[in-house]
């Protein structure tokens, strides 16, 4: 009889592998998530027998999650924080958060809920949302072929016509100075932080070439984002080793070829194209990025949506930073 029950169990084990085999079709690939008010990011993978996946929420970073598995119908991934707490005797304690997502299928779109535990140890923040499966990506276009419209000037030099806060509750810390963009995102001595805004083209935009000049100030950092979605960084790293979150790259997910910033307080030339899903960034005359594929949204992006038009905008909450001779050239 116990024999007979353990190879019942044997045997049920083996159907549950298989199912999990059979459904990990439902979730493998690249998935941009909607979240409520922001996007999202989700890739699973299968390699060798196992499943991995990697994940954008919101703001950061795409990091590897701590766990991914697939059981029946369900992908479940996690990932993990610490948490440490100041004790009265002057110790300290750490405890581990972990955040769970799962994942339900419905051909090429998934249902998400996210269970975040507060920091407390008391309840949990639930959210609701969906993903949609992000088609495969064109071959890299043929730059030489493309066809360009009339140039746009985006800042006219004197004032910020054509812009506007993408949150109207935010403060605003940019201006026109001496036929400068200036953001200068500046906090009280004393009294309560201010949170400033982003500000965004009220024009949208879909393929183009966008050119700039751009003059970052010592430790200072911002962003231009490409149809609101995708993050040119614009930081203070002259000298640094190469990264995918420094100077002229596709934040946390292209890294520059080569380091050709200049130091902080010099003014640097950016000169960008996003094409068919494909990015080529030339900074300060050297190619960084050449026709290199995009394979979804970066933290801080507006919306989860790769399909359509979208504003250029620039981070505003970082740091002093001034632009100039901002000009667009549509790719029709």
């Not at 059981?71 to 304690?93: I, K, W, Y």
């Amino acid at each position: 009889m116990l024999s007979r029950l353990i190879l019942s169990l044997f045997l049920s084990l083996i159907v549950v592998s298989a199912n999990a085999q059979d459904n990990i079709s439902a979730f493998e690939g690249k998935w941009t998530l909607h979240l409520p008010g922001g996007a999202g990011w989700l890739e699973v993978t299968q390699d060798q027998g196992f499943v991995d996946a990697s994940l954008l929420w919101y703001g950061g970073s795409v990091l590897p999650v701590s766990s991914v598995n697939v059981t029946g119908d369900v992908l479940t991934v996690t990932r993990t924080q610490t948490v440490n707490r100041d004790l009265e005797d002057g110790s300290t304690r750490s405890h581990i958060l972990t955040n769970t997502l799962t994942f339900l299928p419905d051909g090429d779109r998934l249902t998400g809920t996210a269970y975040f535990p507060s920091r407390s140890g008391m309840g949990t923040r639930v959210i609701e949302f969906e993903a949609e499966r992000i088609p495969e990506l064109p071959p890299a276009p043929d730059l030489s072929q493309a066809t360009y419209g009339e140039p746009v000037e985006l800042f006219n030099g004197k004032d910020l016509t054509g812009w506007s806060l993408i949150n109207d509750q935010q403060a605003n810390g940019f201006k026109a100075e001496d036929g400068m963009l200036v953001n200068d995102p500046v906090q009280p001595e004393n009294g309560e932080h201010v949170s400033y805004g982003n500000l965004r083209t009220n024009a949208t935009f879909e393929d183009f070439r966008l050119t700039l000049d751009v003059n970052v100030p010592e430790g200072s950092n911002s962003g231009v984002y490409l149809r609101g979605i995708y993050e040119i960084q614009v930081a203070d790293t002259y000298g640094r080793d190469l990264d995918s979150h420094h100077m002229g790259a596709l934040y946390s997910r292209i890294k520059p070829s080569s380091s050709a910033e200049k130091p902080a307080g010099e003014w640097q030339s950016m000169d960008i194209t996003l094409y068919q899903r494909h990015l080529t960034v030339i900074l300060n005359g050297t190619t960084i990025i050449d026709n290199e594929p995009v394979l979804g949204v970066t933290g801080g992006a507006m919306t989860a949506n790769e399909a359509s038009p979208g504003p250029i905008y620039l981070q505003g909450d970082h740091g002093r930073v001034l632009y100039r001779n901002l000009v667009l050239t549509p790719i029709m």
